[in-house]
């Protein structure tokens, strides 16, 4: 069992930038593969980034690809999302995912919030054009 706690949300204006963090409590993080997932009012949840669990390998989605970086500190149990140049449509409630059995590159084509063995409660970032 892990649980999984989102930091970092808020409001920012376009091309502005925030950091996201995830802490993961419970044993053996870095036996997890860990991405981030997002969800717009009124669509279904995409995958925006994911790293392997050593960190050497990482996705992203074409619309993020370039503005944002995931990394992992496998001591400090944290995965973050560095996001840069945001935009409106970045806006959405930010979720932090752990895949104990898959691979990063599996998690990259996920679609929708089913399936996926762990899910933090959410962070939002709303960003003003």
């Known amino acids: 069992q892990v649980q999984l706690v989102e930091s970092g949300g808020g409001l920012v204006q376009a091309g502005g930038s925030l950091r996201l963090s995830c802490v993961a409590s419970?044993?053996?993080?870095?036996?997890?593969?860990m991405g981030w997932f997002r969800q717009a009012p009124g669509k279904e949840r995409e995958f925006v980034a994911a790293?392997?669990?050593?960190?050497?390998?990482?996705y992203y989605a074409d619309s993020v690809k370039g503005r944002f970086v995931i990394s992992r500190d496998n001591v400090k149990n944290t995965v973050s999302l560095q996001m840069d140049s945001l935009k409106p449509e970045d806006t959405a409630v930010y979720y932090c995912a752990a895949d104990p059995k898959g691979t990063a590159q599996a998690m990259s084509v996920r679609t929708g919030a089913s399936g996926m063995d762990y899910w933090g409660k959410g962070t939002l970032v709303t960003v003003s054009s």
């Open positions: 419970g044993r053996s993080f870095s036996s997890y593969v």
């Open positions: 790293i392997s669990r050593t960190g050497i390998s990482t």
